[in-house]
């Protein structure tokens, strides 16, 4: 399967745009890292990898919100 390289930007409103798709994680995490020094500090957008089987899955991905689990230090 596929890792897709992805910008995210949050305001004003939730939009992905796909970069680039790589076969291996070292090149895309190579990548993602190379563009995230490329930021400037008052960027409006992140950089993540992404594995899926497609782009629309991936995209799908991105899209779920994460829950938090349960801290261990809270017991």
Known sequence: MP???YKIFETPMRRLNKLE????????SNRAKQL???????????????????ELDAEDLLNQVRVAGPNPQDD
């Open 21 to 28: 798709q790589h076969d291996t994680f070292r090149d895309a």
């Open 3 to 5: 890792y897709f390289v």
């Open 36 to 54: 995230r020094a490329e930021l400037a500090i008052d960027a409006t957008y992140v950089i993540k990898v992404m594995f899926a089987e497609t």
